[in-house]
């Protein structure tokens, strides 16, 4: 499968409130290189929806999608510098 894929299935795991599921597909999509992918699983671990909070990995994940040009994942990091969370 290729990253949109798994990123579409993903979405689909989520929006059904499949947790884990959307977490581990964003996973795949992420490691082939999906911005959007890194940027909703990022949020997940620093939350703690599918997978137990982490910042610390969910800011490294946000990172990677922000230092690819995503804009949205450059705007979490920003909002969790705001709130005192990084």
């Keep these: 499968m290729s990253a949109i894929e798994f990123f579409d299935e993903a979405c689909t ?3 059904a409130q499949d947790y884990a599921k959307a977490v ?6 992420a490691d ?11 949020q997940c671990y620093v939350v703690g929806q ?3 909070r982490d910042i610390t990995k969910g800011c490294e994940l946000l990172r990677k999608a922000a230092a690819q ?3 949205k994942a450059q705007s979490r990091l920003d909002s969790l510098k705001e709130q005192g969370l990084i």
């Design 24 to 29: 581990d597909l964003w996973q795949k999509a």
């Design 50 to 52: 599918g997978v137990p």
């Design 13 to 15: 795991a989520f929006n």
């Design 32 to 42: 082939m290189g999906h911005a959007q992918a890194m940027r909703n699983l990022g």
């Design 69 to 71: 040009g995503y804009e």
